[in-house]
């Protein structure tokens, strides 16, 4: 849709934040990466998809490999970033395996790609609450 034809009808806001809750079964990475994209879709950011895409469902995927619970989902979406945050009940931090240090492994190489694919990413942890910590990344749009 034409922004010009769009401003009309949606007014101007500074940051979208979505979230979402997923249970804790193989569907998780699946629906929070349709979810993702759906935002973005929704707000014209078709570059950021694949990367964001891939990111999320790498960050889901091991919550559903290394924890047991529910995993939260929280997109905040501002001119300027793509911030993506997939919380979790364990404390444990994630580990980046390097993939030239084990090259027949099966598994093991998501944070790398998402070391690779964002444009930041981190963990912070010592929550309070429910979830132990967060797992995040962030992207800009291509200039």
Not at 4 to 22: I, K, N, T
Not at 23 to 37: E, Y
Not at 126 to 137: L, N, Q
Not at 138 to 143: D, N, S, V, Y
Request: overall charge neutral; proline content about 6%.
């Amino acid at each position: 849709m034409d922004p010009a034809r769009r401003a009309a009808h949606r007014p101007v806001q500074l940051a979208h934040e979505y979230s979402l809750f997923a249970s804790a079964d193989a569907t998780a990475p699946r629906v929070c990466r349709d979810f993702v994209r759906a935002v973005l879709f929704t707000h014209d950011r078709e570059t950021l998809v694949m990367p964001a895409a891939l990111c999320t469902s790498e960050l889901v995927t091991n919550v559903h490999l290394h924890t047991k619970g529910t995993a939260m989902l929280r997109v905040r979406l501002t001119s300027a970033r793509l911030h993506v945050s997939v919380f979790d009940e364990s404390p444990d931090p994630p580990v980046v395996v390097h993939p030239a240090a084990s090259v027949a492994a099966c598994w093991g190489r998501g944070l790398a790609l998402v070391a690779e694919m964002a444009d930041a990413w981190g963990v912070a942890g010592e929550r309070t609450g429910r979830f132990a910590k967060e797992v995040w990344f962030e992207l800009a749009p291509a200039t």
